[in-house]
Nanobody
Framework: QVQLVESGGGLVQPGGSLRLSCVAS????????MGWYRQPPGKQRELVAS???????NYADSVKGRFTISRDNAKNTVYLQMNSLKPEDTAVYYC????????WGRGTQVTVSS
């Protein structure tokens, strides 16, 4: 069983930045493909960004050029740097770890509002 704990969410004005972190409780973090998903109010959960165990990244079109996913295997942590935030980025952001099994964090709220 892998536990994922997200942090870094909050309230930010449009155009601002936030950095989300997700720490995984596993000694073999390096083998997991990691992802950030989000669920806006009243909508389905969607993929925001992912990074493979080898470091390849993928982004939703809506966040390309604004968000950056990265990982630090020594710290069992995956990050999501979010810049130029828009009101439509408001959502609960979830961390996902995928190998043979998949695991989810409990989420962190991001609210973009003036």
């Amino acid at each position: 069983q892998v536990q994922l704990v997200e942090s870094g969410g909050g309230l930010v004005q449009p155009g601002g930045s936030l950095r989300l972190s997700c720490v995984a409780s596993t000694s073999i973090f390096r083998i997991y493909n990691m992802g950030w998903y989000r669920q806006p109010p009243g909508k389905q959960r969607e993929l925001v960004a992912s990074i493979t165990f080898g470091g390849s990244t993928n982004y939703a079109d809506s966040v390309k050029g604004r968000f950056t996913i990265s990982r630090d295997n020594a710290k069992n942590t995956v990050y999501l740097q979010m810049n130029s935030l828009k009101p439509e980025d408001t959502a609960v952001y979830y961390c996902n770890a995928q190998a043979v099994q998949g695991y989810w964090g409990r989420g962190t709220q991001v609210t973009v509002s003036s």
